[in-house]
């Protein structure tokens, strides 16, 4: 069974513009969610979806949204980048909605 | 204080010893338990998993989980150089989930 797939690996953009970053749950799986990875702050969580509906936000402002498809595909939007944005987003699925997550490579982004 | 507390180390052992990884945490109502090895670059792997105290084995793996004192760790008996990566405690409960801040370990052979 393939695992959580990102797009893309890597991206490099500048401040102020938007950015959209794509994830694919293994399949079954109905539970995403989004963290973001830096060194200084470790992996923080961003949002929950099950079932296209967000069930958990962590605290992020508003420039970070998400969406879940009803294929359980799920992307996630920064708007108006800062450079402080600049770090690993993860994507993880679950088949249950409590339980392990799975996550996939990432995308690093890097903003300047 | 953080809800759930991990040494970052660095930890570094010679090949073949005992490696014994911990986390402590403030919140009762967290029910399952992980843990994930990531190594540069990559995203976290999913090693074990435990719902509430006890231990589970897998091969050179261990987890255990004591509710009672709110304390979690996993042992890595014969560790190899391939064992060398940041490894991460993570707990949920109802749809939350919480993780440590990682401990790096290097096996040096």
């Known amino acids: 069974k393939a695992g959580v797939t990102q797009t893309p690996r890597y991206l490099i953009k500048t401040r102020g513009q938007q950015v959209t970053l794509s994830c694919s749950p293994i399949s079954g799986h109905r539970s995403v969610s989004w963290y973001q990875q830096t060194p200084g702050q470790g992996l923080q969580f961003l949002f929950e979806?099950?079932?296209?509906?967000?069930?958990n936000k962590g605290n992020f402002p508003g420039r970070f949204s998400g969406r879940q498809f009803s294929n359980s595909r799920s992307e996630m939007n920064v708007s108006t980048l800062e450079l402080g944005d600049s770090a690993l987003y993860l994507c993880a699925s679950s088949l249950e909605v409590i339980g392990a997550w799975y996550f996939g490579p990432g995308t690093r982004l890097t903003v300047t | 204080q953080k809800e759930v507390e991990q040494d970052p180390g660095p930890l570094s052992v010679p090949e073949g010893a005992i490696v014994s990884l911990n986390c402590t945490y403030s919140n009762s109502a967290f029910q399952y338990f992980m843990w994930y090895r990531q190594y540069s670059r990559k995203g976290p792997e999913l090693l074990m998993y435990?719902?509430?105290?006890g231990n589970k084995e897998d091969g050179r793996f261990t987890a255990q989980v004591d509710k009672s004192s709110k304390y979690i760790s996993l042992f890595i008996r014969d560790s190899q150089p391939s064992d060398s990566a940041t490894y991460l405690c993570a707990m949920s409960a109802n749809n939350d989930m919480r993780f440590g801040a990682g401990t790096r370990l290097t096996v040096k052979p």
């Open positions: 435990t719902y509430s105290s």
């Open positions: 979806y099950f079932s296209e509906t967000q069930r």
